[in-house]
C-alpha cells in the first residue's frame, strides 16, 4: 500500500484526510480552516469532490490571491479545469488546463508545493512537480476527449505518461491517467483496452490511502464492464458503487453513476440523477445538458 506522506499540522492533516484519505465525506462545517495555500487546496478538493462548487472555486481562489508556489498556483488551475469538465465544460477546462501546463512546465525542478511555508515546518504532505505537471497534461488530454479529439487525447496522455516516468510522479497522477485513458478508450469504443485501464487505475487506487479515488476507479471499472456487455464480470457492481458514492458524500461520481446506471435501465436511476444535478446546482455548478447548450 502507499503510505500517506506524514502530517504535523493537525489542521493539514485533517484536510489531507478528507481530500486523498478516508473521510472525503466530512462535512464542510466540521473541516478545519486552511493555515495556508496548501490547506486551501486540500479544502478546495474535500469541497469539489462533494459537489460544493461555488465554496470550493473560493478556495482556489485564494490560493491564487495569497500564494506564489508555482506548484500550488498550477494545481489550482488544473483543479479548476477538473471542477470545469466535471460539469461537462470541457472547452472552458482547457483554459486553465493549458495555463496551468504553462506555469509548472516552465518552473524549475527544484520546485515543491509549500516551500518556506508552514506546511513544510509541519511536514505535510506536499504535492510535486512532477505530480503537477501530470495533473495539467492529463487534464488537458481530458479536455480533448471531451471535444471530441480522441487523437489529441491519446498524444497528451502519452506526453503525460512519458513525464511521470521521467520526473517521478506519484500515485494519484498515475490513477488518473488510468482514468482519462478508459475513458479515452470507450470513445473509441476499444472497451477491452478500457476495461484493461479502469482496472489498473483501481488497482492504484486499492493501494492508495484514497477512498474518493477507489470509489471513481470502481465506477469506471463499472462503466467499462457495461460497454462490453459484461456487467458484473470484473466483480464490480455500478449498485456497490453507487451506495459507496451514497455513503461518502461524492455527489458528482453519485450523479456520474446514477447516469450510468439509468443508462442500463436500473429503476429510478434517472430521478436519482436529477436530483443529484438539482443538488449540484445549488451549491454552484450548473451540469452542461447533453447535447451541448
Known amino acids: 500500500m502507499f503510505a500517506p506522506a506524514p502530517?504535523?499540522?493537525?489542521?493539514?492533516?485533517?484536510?489531507a484526510e478528507a481530500a486523498f484519505g478516508a473521510d472525503p465525506g466530512r462535512a464542510a462545517a466540521e473541516l478545519p480552516p486552511a493555515s495556508d495555500a496548501l490547506g486551501g487546496w486540500y479544502r478546495a478538493v474535500v469541497l469539489g469532490g462533494q459537489g460544493r462548487y461555488a465554496a470550493?472555486?473560493?478556495?482556489?481562489?485564494?490560493?491564487?490571491?495569497?500564494?506564489?508556489?508555482?506548484?500550488l498556483l498550477s494545481l489550482a488551475g488544473s483543479t479548476e479545469g477538473s471542477f470545469l469538465r466535471q460539469l461537462g465544460r470541457h472547452e472552458r477546462a482547457a483554459a486553465f488546463d493549458g495555463r496551468a501546463a504553462a506555469l509548472i512546465l516552465t518552473t524549475g525542478a527544484r520546485a515543491e508545493a509549500g516551500s518556506g511555508g508552514s506546511s513544510e515546518e509541519a511536514g505535510g504532505y506536499r504535492p510535486s512537480r512532477a505530480d503537477a505537471i501530470c495533473d495539467a497534461l492529463t487534464g488537458l488530454a481530458a479536455d480533448a476527449?471531451?471535444?471530441g479529439r480522441l487523437a489529441l487525447a491519446d498524444r497528451l496522455l502519452r506526453r503525460s505518461a512519458a513525464a511521470a516516468r521521467q520526473y517521478g510522479a506519484g500515485w494519484r497522477p498515475a490513477i488518473r491517467l488510468g482514468w482519462v485513458s478508459a475513458e479515452t478508450a470507450l470513445a473509441a469504443g476499444d472497451f477491452e483496452t478500457a476495461a484493461a485501464h479502469a482496472a489498473t487505475a483501481l488497482e492504484l487506487a486499492d493501494r492508495s490511502p484514497s477512498v474518493r479515488h477507489q470509489v471513481k476507479s470502481r465506477l469506471l471499472v463499472a462503466a467499462a464492464?457495461?460497454?462490453?456487455?459484461?456487467?458484473?464480470?470484473?466483480g464490480v457492481s455500478a449498485e456497490d458503487?453507487?451506495?459507496?458514492?451514497?455513503?461518502?458524500?461524492?455527489l458528482p461520481l453519485r450523479w456520474a453513476c446514477a447516469m450510468l446506471r439509468a443508462g442500463s435501465g436500473a429503476p429510478d436511476a434517472a430521478a436519482e440523477a436529477a436530483e443529484c444535478a438539482a443538488v449540484i446546482a445549488r451549491a454552484g455548478g450548473v451540469l452542461r445538458p447533453l447535447g451541448g447548450g
Not at 457495461?226 to 458484473?232: K, L, S, Y
Not at 458503487?241 to 461524492?250: F, I, P, S, W
Open 225 to 234: 464492464d457495461a460497454a462490453r456487455d459484461a456487467r458484473g464480470r470484473s
Open 145 to 147: 476527449l471531451g471535444t
Open 56 to 71: 470550493a472555486r473560493a478556495e482556489l481562489r485564494r490560493v491564487c490571491n495569497h500564494s506564489t508556489d508555482p506548484v
Open 241 to 250: 458503487v453507487a451506495e459507496q458514492c451514497r455513503a461518502h458524500g461524492l
Open 7 to 15: 502530517l504535523g499540522d493537525p489542521h493539514v492533516a485533517v484536510l
